[in-house]
């Protein structure tokens, strides 16, 4: 083997390519039903504070009309601003998911609210930019 191939060799070995995705947001589920955090992997990023959630229908994900999910860590009388900016290697945790369409999070003047249905779901972020698209892992609804 040359120099090159060894030096390849004892790259991969030493940074494995699991490592590759170490960077950039994710959504991670909490224990109980509903709960979710986004967590940053590196640089910091401005998010839209609008969830949104998805079900798996025949093995394809649609957006699922579910008003009044934020990324925020309180319910408080105050509108999320459209943006929220989270620090490098940071954490927010948000208010969860009640499982309804329009009270889906903290209490909501609503004509027409009911729960979703059970099913396969996730929830997806956005960058401000729109330039990235970020999807939690999938969950069940009972």
Sequence with gaps: MTAAGWALATALFAFPLSCAKDSGPVIELGAGFGEFSVRTL???VSLNTSVAIEQKTNGKWARVNVTNLYLRESCDASQPPQCRRLEANSKVTAVRWRGN??????PAHCRLDGPAPPGTYRFVVTSCNGKQMIASP???KK
């Design 101 to 106: 369409f329009c009270w889906s999070q903290c």
């Design 138 to 140: 999938e969950f069940e």
């Design 42 to 44: 590196g640089d910091a």
